[in-house]
């Protein structure tokens, strides 16, 4: 079993893990995750590596209260295990010298641009990072996202904090100063999806996390299958981070409305949480 070493609230619905994973933590590179159960015949659920301390044998996870199982996970406390947790899973980010690359995180899709803004950045690039939320109490990483780049560029819906605008006002202007050589984003399809529009005219290569339902990890179950290109693809073995210009998105988001109202059903009447799964 796998202990948590603390827990932190980031979000009134977004706790911070550190847990013990010896292995993994050794293992992890950007961009991989692993997929745990709270509870004996409990759901799997894959979430983001959002950091590691091989030293402390430790890995970090960030998660959002969305079902019955994160709302299972976000109940527990430090000093308490999870049932099994199995990974690193998924390809590593490919990281390269491109010169000037722009990440771009929404909500907790933060937890999953944090280590490869980091990766990238390591390799020499400078880095633009855009974090974006719907207001100020819904910010996570902002203080470890401003450590990862460059030049750091904050949005609100709402305009409670930094700009007020979506993502994609200060990843056009990035685009129109030119140069920009790669733009990675994670966070909910809307946004990924916004994303890769914005940057599809000037050809910009652009990567997204993908976060389709997974249940297995092995591409056996066919749960997180999506359309790339005219290729099928699983999420779960070959990425998750895929050509965002390629990506299906309708597809993904009919996919990931299969199960809500499943996800939902668990958590009883009254319950008011509507964001969506924040993994990749």
């Known amino acids: 079993m796998n202990r948590i070493v603390s827990k932190e609230w980031l979000a009134p619905t977004v706790a911070r893990l550190v847990v013990e994973a010896p292995l993994t933590a050794r293992k992890r590179l950007a961009g991989q995750f692993v997929i745990l159960r709270v509870k004996d015949h409990g759901e799997r659920i894959p979430l983001t590596i959002a950091g590691s301390d091989p030293d402390a044998g430790t890995i970090t996870l960030v998660v959002q209260k969305v079902g019955k199982t994160t709302s299972d996970l976000c109940a527990l406390e430090a000093g308490d295990t999870l049932l099994d947790l199995a990974g690193p899973l998924g390809v590593p980010t490919h990281v390269e010298n491109w010169g000037r690359v722009v990440c771009v ?86 946004m990924m999806r916004a994303v890769c529009e914005t940057t599809r005219p000037s050809a910009t290569p652009t990567m997204v996390s993908l976060n389709p339902v997974m249940v297995d990890g092995t591409g056996m179950c066919g749960g997180c299958r999506v359309h790339i290109g005219d290729q099928v693809k699983y999420a779960c073995v070959d990425g998750p981070e895929f050509d965002g210009h390629k990506v299906d998105f309708d597809e993904l988001r009919a996919r990931l409305a299969i199960y809500r109202s499943q996800e939902q059903a668990p958590r009883g009447p009254g319950h008011c949480e509507k964001q969506m799964t924040p993994v990749s």
Do not use: C, W, Y
Request: zero cysteines.
């Open 105 to 190: 995180a929404g909500g907790v899709g933060a937890a999953v641009v944090l280590p490869i803004a980091e990766a990238v950045k390591a390799a020499g690039n400078e880095v633009d990072v855009i974090l974006g939320a719907r207001s100020q109490d819904l910010l996570v990483l902002e203080d470890e996202l401003r450590a990862a780049s460059t030049h750091f560029h904050l949005t609100t819906d709402d305009g409670s904090v930094g700009e007020k605008a979506l993502v994609i006002t200060p990843l056009q202007r990035l685009l129109d100063e030119g140069n920009v050589k790669m733009v990675i984003a994670a966070g909910p399809v809307p």
